[in-house]
Nanobody, 120 residues
Framework: QVQLVESGGGLVQPGGSLRLSCAASGSILSFNVMAWHRQAPGKQRELVAGITTDGTTEYTDSVEGRFTISRDNDRRSVYLQMNSLKPEDTAVYYC??????????????WGQGTQVTVSS
């Protein structure tokens, strides 16, 4: 079983920055895509950013140029640097990952989420 634990959320003023971290544990042989999603109150969960094994990244339009996703395979971690935050970025942010267990079975897991609130 894979566990993903997010950290780094909190309250920040508009224009500020936060860095989210997500650490994975479990009998993991390898990761494929690692990603961050978010869900604002009353809205559907949406993909914010994703990163593949070779470092290819993808961002939703609303965060392009402000957010940066990165990963550290040795530390089994994925990060989201969020700059120039806006009130509309307020949401619960979830880490997600796909990959393979040591027994060669695939997995897809979600973290429990971390709250990000952007407000003055």
């Amino acid at each position: 079983q894979v566990q993903l634990v997010e950290s780094g959320g909190g309250l920040v003023q508009p224009g500020g920055s936060l860095r989210l971290s997500c650490a994975a544990s479990g009998s993991i042989l390898s990761f494929n895509v690692m990603a961050w999603h978010r869900q604002a109150p009353g809205k559907q969960r949406e993909l914010v950013a994703g990163i593949t094994t070779d470092g290819t990244t993808e961002y939703t339009d609303s965060v392009e140029g402000r957010f940066t996703i990165s990963r550290d395979n040795d530390r089994r971690s994925v990060y989201l640097q969020m700059n120039s935050l806006k009130p509309e970025d307020t949401a619960v942010y979830y880490c997600a990952a796909t990959g393979m267990y040591y027994n060669r079975r695939p997995f897809a897991s979600w973290g429990q989420g971390t709250q990000v609130t952007v407000s003055s």
